[in-house]
Structures are given as structure tokens and as C-alpha cells.
């Protein structure tokens, strides 16, 4: 642990801009390998299937039940990184994320309840983005660069942007490889860059909120409450920390837990409708080739990364909140325009970008916003769960489609209800979470009626 002793008390050390740098770099290359693995799945599944003998309906369980794995797993990391720290954190879901992708290239001959475990595990690499926007939020907070505190926002939407490349990626290289090392061949492939990323983390700094959450609680444990109670008001925070699942729904940390994992849940709706089955989408209601639809994909992806950085530079300057409340009610007026407009290839190409630029170009803001919401003794318990609850969405969303389809609907209405309306919703409760002080030198929730900067 970091110290500075400042008139005989400690300190934790300052953040230099190096440290900085290296975590910030860190972070998306571990952002964008864990995407890579969970993409990974989905564009295999079909292979998979072949190989195990799986039809259709059995590949959608399978794909079911390893969603509801991934939130189970996904939910468990929170705690873990305030316990032991965001660098653990990071370790653990990068690494994770490299181990799952290793095993799930030998599960295929076992059975669909080993794999189905396994892709469990695909939950760790998930889960890392909460601890990147934890882990970020505290040490860009700490910085004393002020151009780190002005645009912070927009360097986090740089790592945030390791979705669409890690997606890319996955697409790109799985057309390459898949035919000469085969589906399994892929998932070995994906496991060595991000196990090389999880050694990469081990020579991260440790925040300096952990830092001193860590000195406050071995201080309590040598009976010096006083000098715990000292550095707790130094660092403005509580001397009596509250840890577990339990703790992010107690006192100002419940608003942000019920208004954000809600918000989240949402609009894992139209990310599943448009993102995962945009192919399919396009395909029914469009009569979109496939090599077309793949084609307009890899054309949204790339807008939206234009989409992380733009929203990550207006959230410094309009709030957080107010530009991804505000982005994912124009992604889903997009996606319905999209939906019920003409079918002419261009319409369809610029209308579906228009809408992922505004669905996912937010999550630059969105987990950040997470990590300023919650105080740091509950930082990484708060952004696993407003995270994790994300695929229950996408869970609902398929069911309910699967409902639709069933009772004669088309895939016209069925994305509509479970795509665009969703979208719109979940922009709309994002306004009901708190503002937070932007600039401030620690991040803490504004208290109602307090303007947001």
C-alpha cells in the first residue's frame, strides 16, 4: 500500500499520470478481449450446435441458460472488488474471462450442463466493464491533472469503446480462423490475449479510495478508532463501511441501485432485439440479405464507437445522466423509424446506425455515471449489480419475442415492443437518478435540489 505521511498521519501516495496512462490502457484492452469471448459465444453458437448435435430450440436454451449464469457470476464480482480491491477486480474478470474461453473449447464433447457452467464463467469478463468504471472513476477522481478532470468523461469513453472493437474482432478473426482451427480453435485463440492482459493488471495502482478504505479498517482492527475516524474525515468518507449485496440498498445508495439496474434492464431489451438478433431483425422485417445485414452491422458497429466518444465528450460538459437519457430516447425513436420505414437499403443502413449510435454510445457515459452514483465503500458492489441485471433484460426481451412469435406476431411487432419501446423507457428513468457533482474533487451523489455540473 501506497503512503505519504503528511504531518504524521498517512496519506495514500498521489496518482502520477503515468500510473494513469497505464491504467487507462489497461482497461481497454481488458474491456475489449472479455467483449471478444462474450461475443464470441453468441457467433459460434450455431457451430456449436452442429458439433453437439443441438438443434435450434436446444441452442436457445442453451443460450438461456447461460445468460442467467452470467448475471449469477456477474453479480457475485461487486463484492469481491470492495473486499479486495478494483486491481483484484481486474485481474479476476480479465482472467476469467481468458479461462472461460480456454474451457470452452474442450466442453463441447462433454455435455450442454458442463458448457452451460462453463460459459457461466463468461459472467467474469462481463462484469469487467463495472470494475473499469469503478476502478477509473476513483483514480481519474484522485488525479491532480486537470485536464484528466475536464475531460475525464471522454477518456473513459475511449476504454468504453472496447465493445464495438472487441466485436469487431470476434467477427473479423472468427471468419479467418473458423475454417482452419474450427469453432474450438477460435475460443483457444481468444484466451491468450486476454490471460496476457489479466498479468498486464497485476502491475496496476491500486486506487487510493481502496488504499485508504483498507488503512481505515486495519487501523479499526488495532483498536485505533480514532485515528480510523481521522482518516475516514480526511478522505471524506464513513469510518463505519458497510459491505455485501445488502449494503447498495441502504441510505443514498438505494436510488442509484433501483433507478439505474431498472434503466440498465431496459435497454438490454433493444440490445438484444437490435444488437445480438440485429441479423435477424433486419432479415424479417427488411428482407435484408444476410450478407447485406452483415454488412450493415459491421457498418453500426463502427458508428458507434463515434457514438462512445461523442456521447463521453458531451456527458463532460450537458451531465452524464441528462446526455444518456437523452441519447437512448433518440436510439429507440431510430429504431422505430427504422422498423416502420421503406426497405431501401440506404434507409435501413442509416436509420439502424442512427439508432446504435444512440443505444450504445451512452454506455460511455452510463458506467461512469455508475462508479460517481455510489460512495467508495460500495463502489464495486453498486456497478456489479447495475451491470450484471443488464442480460435479465435481454433474457425477458427474447422470451417475450418468442411469445409474439408464437401467437402469430411478426418480428415487426415483437421488436417494436420489445425493442424500441424499451429503449425509449429506459432513457426515461435514467432522468430519475440523481445528479452528481462532476468536478468535484470527490465523487459524491448531489443532494435533491442541488443543480448537477
Not at 461475443?39 to 459460434?44: D, K, T, V, W
Request: aromatic letters at 10%.
Amino acid at each position: 500500500m501506497s503512503q505519504c505521511p503528511e504531518n504524521g498521519a498517512w496519506r495514500p501516495a498521489p496518482v502520477t499520470n503515468a500510473q494513469v496512462k497505464y491504467a487507462t490502457l489497461v482497461a481497454f484492452l481488458a474491456w475489449t478481449f472479455a467483449v471478444y469471448d462474450f461475443i464470441l459465444f453468441g457467433m459460434l453458437l450455431p457451430e456449436i450446435g452442429k458439433a453437439t448435435g443441438l438443434d435450434d430450440a436446444a441452442q436457445a436454451r442453451l443460450a438461456t441458460w447461460v445468460a442467467f449464469g452470467t448475471v449469477v457470476v456477474a453479480l457475485a464480482v461487486g463484492p469481491l472488488v470492495d473486499r479486495f480491491g478494483r486491481r483484484a477486480g481486474m485481474v479476476i474478470t480479465v482472467g476469467g474471462a481468458g479461462i472461460c474461453s480456454a474451457l470452452t473449447a474442450g466442453a463441447g464433447s462433454i455435455g450442454t450442463l458442463v458448457l452451460t457452467l462453463i460459459r457461466s464463467l463468461a459472467g467474469l469478463g462481463y462484469a469487467e466493464q463495472g470494475v473499469n468504471g469503478a476502478y477509473l472513476s476513483e483514480l481519474y477522481s484522485a488525479s491532480k491533472d486537470p485536464r484528466i478532470a475536464k475531460r475525464r468523461g471522454l477518456i473513459y469513453s475511449l476504454v468504453q469503446g472496447g465493445w464495438p472493437i472487441g466485436a469487431l474482432l470476434a467477427a473479423g478473426l472468427t471468419a479467418v480462423l473458423l475454417p482452419h482451427v474450427g469453432w474450438e480453435g477460435c475460443f483457444i485463440f481468444a484466451a491468450i490475449p486476454s490471460l496476457i492482459v489479466a498479468f498486464m493488471a497485476t502491475r496496476l495502482r491500486e486506487s487510493p479510495q481502496f488504499e485508504a478504505l483498507s488503512k481505515i479498517k486495519a487501523l479499526q482492527a488495532s483498536g485505533m478508532n480514532g485515528e480510523a475516524q481521522a482518516l475516514a474525515q480526511s478522505q471524506q468518507m464513513e469510518a463505519e463501511q458497510s459491505v455485501g449485496l445488502a449494503s447498495v440498498l441502504k441510505g443514498k445508495a438505494r436510488r442509484a441501485t433501483l433507478v439505474l439496474s431498472c434503466a440498465h434492464l431496459l435497454n438490454w431489451f433493444p440490445v438484444q432485439i437490435f444488437s445480438v438478433l440485429g441479423t435477424t431483425v433486419l432479415m424479417s422485417v427488411h428482407h435484408v440479405s444476410f450478407g447485406n445485414s452483415l454488412i450493415i452491422l459491421l457498418l453500426s458497429n463502427l458508428v458507434a464507437y463515434l457514438g462512445y466518444l461523442t456521447h463521453g465528450y458531451f456527458g463532460d460538459r450537458f451531465g452524464r445522466r441528462n446526455v444518456i437519457a437523452v441519447g437512448w430516447m433518440l436510439g429507440g425513436a431510430a429504431f422505430w423509424a427504422m422498423l416502420n420505414g421503406p426497405s431501401e437499403t440506404w434507409m435501413v443502413i442509416a436509420l439502424y446506425s442512427i439508432g446504435q449510435f444512440f443505444l450504445i454510445g451512452p454506455y460511455s457515459c452510463l458506467l461512469f455515471f455508475v462508479g460517481e452514483s455510489y460512495d467508495s465503500s460500495v463502489r464495486g458492489t453498486g456497478a456489479s449489480i447495475v451491470t450484471g441485471i443488464g442480460p435479465v433484460g435481454a433474457i425477458i426481451a427474447s422470451a417475450g419475442s418468442a411469445m409474439f412469435l408464437g401467437a402469430g406476431d411478426s418480428w415487426l411487432q415483437a421488436a417494436i415492443w420489445f425493442g424500441a419501446v424499451p429503449c425509449v423507457l429506459s432513457g426515461l428513468m435514467v432522468f430519475f437518478a440523481a445528479p452528481v457533482k462532476q468536478h468535484a474533487a470527490k465523487y459524491e451523489v448531489a443532494q435533491p435540489g442541488h443543480s448537477s455540473v
